[in-house]
């Protein structure tokens, strides 16, 4: 029997930084729309890009887009996912199986500058219409969303938002999809350079990544313990903030604490302006500090580490499977019911809903910040 191309579909695609919880989140939404909403769905390879490119080669052709149809009922599932060439794949319950606990995104995620566009914005939602889509599930951080928030006000079609960074950075939800997963990477980190740092007797400073955000190195640092937590909120270092740092540091040293583990976030800035990474720079500060003349312990030696990509990667966490489930039984729920309505599926007090684009930031998101730096002060002094 021949199949035949789906009288209407929701299209999901990942954009951007990608984060663990992308393959449960699509294995959620898949489910959902085989097993209760009785609705196909189209995963779209590569994110926007993969749009764009397939936007491209049809070209408003009205037998390309046939074709185009005809290659994806050809090509259900894994064997979609395994030609190089379609960038739109039906996918089927064998091809989302296996796939939660695994980090990044089976479907592939971009970067695209094009995106920036309207005329190219355009032709991909004509293309989408012509796919029969309904709805469409952009998945990813605030670059992505921005990007899906421009779509919903350029057309009809409803645009689901799904917050998903490993930065946090995003203020409007309590998390987003990845962040618990990533803390537990920094955890298990920290846990290895507390290992060497306490046979050395030494300082590490350790990069942790968040944009501008200090989230991932706030709750990094309850979690495992670290010493010193260094965050982008209060503003710029200058050469006095990072004295008084590393005389807290030695302070604790004095005080018969053996070693430090520092995390700073990628966002912190330095006053005046530094092109190295973070860690480097607070390296050198605090070792200049410890070899000051008649200082106590000119011996102490401080380590730089960069953590980098490390932290998107990894097996997801029970939290951030069910966070994507429920961010997916939320967007399915707004697709059934709120007849085209777009908005961004958000976790406030433990309740998962749709607000809209553009939901100004919550104000409980900065106190509470400040409260747990607070927190980790008092549990970390010595
Ligand atoms: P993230 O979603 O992780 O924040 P980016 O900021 O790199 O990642 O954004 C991912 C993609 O989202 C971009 O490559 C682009 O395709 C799209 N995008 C970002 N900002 C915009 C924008 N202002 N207008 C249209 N598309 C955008």
């Known amino acids: 029997m021949i199949p035949t191309y789906p009288e209407q579909a929701v299209a999901v695609?990942?954009?951007?930084?990608?984060?663990?919880?992308?393959?449960?989140?699509?294995?959620?939404?898949?489910?959902?729309?085989?097993?209760?909403e009785k609705v196909a769905v189209l995963g779209i390879r590569d994110g926007y890009r993969g749009l764009v490119?397939?936007?491209?080669?049809?070209?408003?052709?009205?037998?390309?887009?046939?074709?185009?149809?005809q290659d994806i009922c050809n090509h259900p599932g894994r064997a979609g996912l395994i030609s190089e060439q379609l960038h739109l794949i039906q996918m089927d319950h064998a091809s989302v199986s296996g796939i939660m606990g695994k980090g990044g995104t089976i479907l592939g995620s971009a970067r695209c500058l094009?995106?920036?566009?309207?005329?190219v914005r355009k032709k991909v939602?004509?293309?989408?219409?012509?796919?029969?889509?309904?709805?469409?599930?952009?998945?990813?951080?605030?670059?992505?969303?921005?990007?899906?928030?421009?779509?919903?006000?350029?057309?009809?079609?409803?645009?689901?938002?799904?917050?998903a960074t490993i930065d946090n950075d995003l203020q409007f939800t309590d998390m987003a999809l990845g962040v618990d997963t990533a803390v537990h990477t920094l955890v298990w980190a920290v846990d290895h350079f507390i290992d060497t740092a306490r046979s050395h007797r030494r300082v590490m400073v350790l990069e942790t990544m968040g944009?501008?955000?200090?989230?991932?190195?706030?709750?990094?640092?309850?979690?495992?313990?670290a010493e010193m937590i260094i965050t982008p909120e209060p503003g710029p270092l200058n050469e006095e903030d990072m004295k008084r740092l590393a005389a807290k540091i030695e302070g604790a040293m004095t005080r018969g604490r053996g070693h430090a583990i520092v995390l700073v976030a990628e966002g912190v800035q330095?006053?005046?302006?530094?092109?190295?990474?973070?860690?480097?720079?607070?390296?050198?500060a605090f070792q200049q500090y410890f070899q000051r003349p008649g200082a106590p312990f000119p011996d102490l030696e401080v380590r730089p580490s960069v953590l980098g990509h490390l932290q998107r990667g990894g097996h997801t966490t029970p939290q951030d499977c069910i966070l994507a489930a429920r961010f997916a039984d939320c967007?399915?729920?707004?697709?059934?019911?709120?007849?085209?309505?777009?908005?961004?599926?958000?976790?406030?007090k433990n309740v998962v809903?749709?607000?809209?684009?553009?939901?100004?930031?919550?104000?409980?998101?900065?106190?509470?910040?400040?409260?747990?730096?607070?927190?980790?002060?008092?549990?970390?002094?010595?």
Not at 59 to 64: I, K, M, P, V
Not at 114 to 119: A, G, P, S, V, W
Not at 211 to 225: F, I, Q, T, V
């Open 211 to 225: 944009r501008e955000s200090g989230d991932l190195a706030r709750m990094a640092g309850l979690a495992s313990g």
């Open 13 to 36: 695609l990942f954009s951007g930084g990608d984060s663990p919880g992308m393959n449960a989140f699509l294995r959620a939404v898949v489910r959902l729309g085989l097993n209760r």
């Open 353 to 382: 809903n749709v607000v809209p684009y553009g939901e100004p930031d919550m104000p409980e998101r900065a106190v509470f910040s400040q409260e747990m730096d607070q927190l980790h002060d008092d549990l970390s002094s010595w």
């Open 331 to 348: 967007a399915w729920k707004a697709i059934r019911e709120t007849e085209g309505k777009s908005g961004i599926t958000a976790l406030r």
């Open 114 to 119: 094009e995106f920036h566009d309207k005329e």
């Open 270 to 284: 330095f006053d005046p302006p530094q092109k190295r990474n973070r860690a480097y720079v607070l390296m050198d």
């Open 125 to 163: 939602l004509q293309l989408l219409a012509g796919l029969n889509v309904r709805a469409l599930i952009v998945v990813g951080g605030d670059g992505s969303l921005t990007g899906a928030k421009l779509l919903a006000e350029e057309s009809d079609l409803q645009i689901i938002g799904i917050p």
């Open 53 to 69: 490119r397939t936007a491209r080669a049809v070209n408003g052709d009205a037998e390309a887009l046939v074709r185009l149809k």
